[in-house]
């Protein structure tokens, strides 16, 4: 018999969990067999797993299930881009989006079912929260994404950023335990060069981060070049200040090959003017940076609008003077699946397969 583990699934355990699921009934060869199978073969059932006697199959299909999403919709963009709609195990649904490009794939990931952060310009705000996902939840977006589009993680041109629906730094114990699973060499293989978590700024989260051995590269929505103007974009500055941020990053320990990312969306006569970009230049100045700027993909319930790009050129001039500086290509808008779109969107959609 297999040990209890109720409510658990087998995406989202390590080896060691593994092998107190099977207990002493099984050799603990079969725990290595089983991860292998999960994370570096990336079964989607568990007949798939032939390694296994039938008999243990039979009970693992009894007593756990594999735990992967399935499929409530998908669309596709004009430009490539895929946005999944992913049914959970308790019917909740989350999103993830597939951004394939000539020289990489960009898998993005929620980690959350909903965000509480509630920043003024995301459509991912108005959910609300309703509950924090699992490693096993995360990863298996990571897995159902790169099974069906045939990618390979070990693959040099597969990224994954955890900047979806959710703020993962309030989900970071699962964060890492997804991290140390997408990043085990003997399983999926993904570099922890190739996987980025975006925060809105909680501080003593990014603190604890920083601490962590095993951990992705770190970016921050930044979104404003004042005290008074963040408060108005993202309220979680009233509770986690901006020159306090800024102190965390200044302190946070980059590693050798690593820059801190600063993610800002452009919003047309709110944040975008050439004032705000030196403001910015003086903010960051002096950290290992670079800048990624990003128009608003603009939504349903979002009472704002997208600047012009000659708006955008000329903050970028200005930054780009100072540091690196890039402008995030809008990719899915037509099917909201661009930056701060997530929210389930569906209508005046065409379902794809």
């Not at 992913?86 to 909903?114: F, H, K, Y």
């Not at 335990?177 to 909680?202: E, F, H, N």
């Amino acid at each position: 018999m297999l040990q209890s583990v109720e409510g658990r699934t087998l995406v989202g355990m390590e080896v060691a969990e593994l092998e107190t699921l099977l207990g002493k009934a099984h050799p603990r060869y079969r725990a290595r067999q089983i991860y292998d199978a999960l994370y570096r073969q990336q079964v989607a059932e568990l007949s798939e797993i032939s390694a296994l006697p039938k008999d243990l199959r039979n009970q693992l299909l009894i007593s756990t299930p594999l735990g992967l999403p399935t499929v409530e919709r998908r669309y596709d963009s004009k430009d490539g881009t895929r946005r999944y709609l992913l049914r959970l195990g308790d019917n909740r649904t989350v999103e993830a989006v597939l951004m394939p490009e000539e020289t990489r794939d960009t898998i993005c990931i929620s980690s959350q079912v909903g965000c509480p952060v509630d920043c003024k310009f995301c459509l991912t705000a108005l959910m609300g929260l309703e509950r924090n996902l699992t490693a096993g939840e995360m990863v298996g977006q990571v897995l159902h994404v790169a099974r069906e589009n045939a990618l390979r993680p070990t693959d040099s041109r597969l990224n994954v950023v955890m900047m979806g629906m959710g703020e993962p730094l309030l989900n970071l114990e699962n964060v890492l335990k997804a991290t140390r699973l997408l990043t085990d060499s003997t399983g999926i293989g993904l570099s922890p060069k190739r996987i980025t978590v975006s925060t809105s700024g909680i501080v003593p989260k990014i603190e604890e981060l920083g601490r962590m051995e095993i951990r992705p590269k770190l970016a921050i929505s930044l979104n404003a070049s004042t005290e008074e103007q963040r408060r108005e974009l993202m309220p979680i500055t009233r509770k986690y200040h901006l020159k306090d941020l800024l102190e965390a990053c200044r302190s946070y320990p980059l590693r050798p090959w690593e820059k801190l990312s600063f993610e800002y969306v452009l919003l047309k006569d709110v944040n975008d003017t050439d004032a705000d970009a030196r403001r910015v230049v003086k903010l960051v100045a002096h950290m290992n940076c670079k800048v990624n700027l990003i128009a608003l993909n603009p939504g349903p319930g979002i009472p704002f609008e997208s600047p012009d790009a000659e708006r955008v050129e000329s903050f970028q001039r200005i930054v780009r003077n100072a540091m690196p500086c890039f402008v995030r290509k809008p990719r899915g808008r037509d099917i909201f699946a661009a930056c701060g779109q997530l929210k389930r969107v569906a209508s005046d959609l065409i379902e794809i397969g």
